[in-house]
């Protein structure tokens, strides 16, 4: 699958990674199946934020039931980043990914990733951003 992803949730991205160091930045992606529209900054309420993400719980709530009512995109998966390491899956986020289907960004420095998690892991995907 190739994925597009909005100029604007490309730069979000970035900005909140760079801005969280030296701890990982977190979000959600919205948008289809097959396009990121917009990446929402959420809290990291992780123990170890330097380390580990965790995404908000109300803020994840609240975009699915957005979604849910019609009123917001639907939620096709989650970014964070990696402030002093790869843009690719951890170990940990290895072991913490639930294996339902989303995409999950990986930004590192000035470097981002997309991948699926499926049910045999992270498979990577192709992207390109869109200008404009």
């Not at 970035?14 to 917009?38: F, V």
């Not at 979604?67 to 290895?94: C, E, K, W």
């Not at 639930?98 to 990577?124: K, L, S």
Request: aromatic share 6%; charged share 15%; net charge negative.
């Amino acid at each position: 699958m190739a994925l597009t992803i909005s100029h604007r949730a490309h730069a979000i991205m970035l900005a909140a990674a760079q801005s969280a160091k030296p701890h990982e930045a977190c979000g959600l992606l919205l948008g289809t199946i097959d396009h990121i529209a917009t990446a929402v900054p959420t809290a990291n309420v992780a123990p170890a934020p330097a380390r580990h993400f965790e995404i908000d719980p109300a803020a994840l709530i609240a975009a699915h039931r957005a979604a849910r009512d019609g009123s917001g995109l639907q939620v096709i998966g989650y970014f964070h980043s990696h402030p002093n390491g790869l843009a690719r899956p951890s170990a940990t986020d290895m072991a913490c990914a639930a294996r339902d289907g989303r995409v999950w960004v990986i930004v590192a420095e000035d470097a981002i990733t997309c991948w699926h998690d499926g049910m045999d892991g992270f498979e990577p995907l192709s992207y390109s951003v869109l200008q404009g």
